[in-house]
């Protein structure tokens, strides 16, 4: 399944592009981008021919979010991606690093390979975000424009064989990325507003198209990532970098009263930003604030 656009389907076939429209027994919200689905009636893709998706095979992987942290509610992003490519302006917008955890987290969740794309080289130097994610041992690539063909090239080779879905928020340049790499998808592409340094929403719906032998995966700009589908120890498994501290904890240490073995941890090795954003994640889950928000 490569695209949805107002209840109709578009079915990648061995003979081409087959639009569908969904039989009424698998319900609302039943098919995603990414899905592999059985077809029936004409596939011929003709135009003006309508199949019907009649089963959703089974999926290899979820990607889900939630409307915010405190709605179990899930929404199912995409289908059966193996990579998320987070994609992260170093300027214009600047980098949004709660976010870019937050997106860590759910790909841990959803267990694909996140892959961290590091946008805009050419307007601020990428040394402190790296730095910031070099001990999960996390795979980064930073890009700049115009973008070098051996940067191009490298970025081809990590999507090489994968069914990746880029995640980001608007502005960061994901749109630019899936022209450059698919000329043939021609993405809208959105300025971003000096005052507020927020993207403008180009893209409305998730589309799926080839990339070589393997499948890239455009989604429309994200404000935020909810979470409230993932629980705790999902959470706290997710930031890799702070194990060796939480090992100290008793059993059943929740990472934000006083006495937890963190604190001293973290400042030890200089671990107070992912401490940080950890424990803001944490709060956000049980629809507190932080201690000393302002109300």
Not at 129 to 135: C, E, K, L, N, Q
């Given at each position: 399944m490569a695209s949805v656009d107002?209840?109709?389907?578009?079915?990648?076939a061995e003979d081409g592009l087959v639009i569908a429209m969904k039989a009424r027994e698998l319900g609302r919200g039943s098919v995603v981008v990414g899905d592999r689905v059985a077809l029936a009636g004409d596939t011929s893709g003709a135009e003006g021919t309508l199949a019907r998706i009649v089963r959703v095979e089974p999926r290899t992987s979820?990607?889900?979010?939630?409307?915010d942290d405190t709605d179990p509610t899930e929404r199912v992003i995409v289908a059966n991606a193996d990579q998320m490519v987070i994609v992260c302006s170093l300027d214009q917008p600047p980098p949004r690093l709660r976010f870019v955890d937050r997106c860590l987290v759910a790909a841990y969740d959803a267990e694909l390979d996140p892959l961290l794309l590091l946008t805009?080289?050419?307007?601020a130097a990428p040394r402190k975000?790296?730095?910031?994610?070099?001990?999960l041992g996390l795979p980064m690539l930073t890009t700049?424009?115009?973008?070098?063909?051996?940067?191009?090239?490298?970025?081809?080779?990590?999507?090489?064989?994968?069914?990746s879905v880029l995640i980001g928020q608007s502005g960061v340049g994901k749109s630019t990325l899936v022209n450059l790499l698919v000329p043939e998808a021609d993405r809208a592409v959105g300025a971003v507003n000096p005052v507020t340094g927020r993207g403008r929403h180009t893209s409305s719906s998730a589309v799926a198209l080839p990339?070589?032998?393997g499948w890239l995966i455009d989604t429309p700009g994200l404000r935020g990532f909810g979470l409230g589908h993932v629980s705790t120890e999902r959470v706290v498994e997710a930031f890799g970098d702070l194990a060796e501290g939480a090992a100290g904890c008793p059993p059943g240490c929740?990472?934000?009263?006083p006495g937890c073995c963190l604190d001293q941890w973290a400042e030890e090795h200089h671990a107070q930003a992912r401490l940080d954003s950890l424990r803001r994640l944490l709060y956000s889950l049980r629809g507190d604030d932080p201690p000393g928000t302002p109300r």
């Open positions: 107002r209840g109709r389907y578009g079915c990648v979820v990607l889900r979010r939630s409307a805009k080289g050419d307007l975000v790296r730095a910031g994610y070099a001990p700049r424009r115009p973008l070098p063909p051996r940067t191009l090239s490298r970025l081809r080779r990590a999507l090489a064989g994968r069914v990339l070589d032998d929740d990472h934000l009263s």
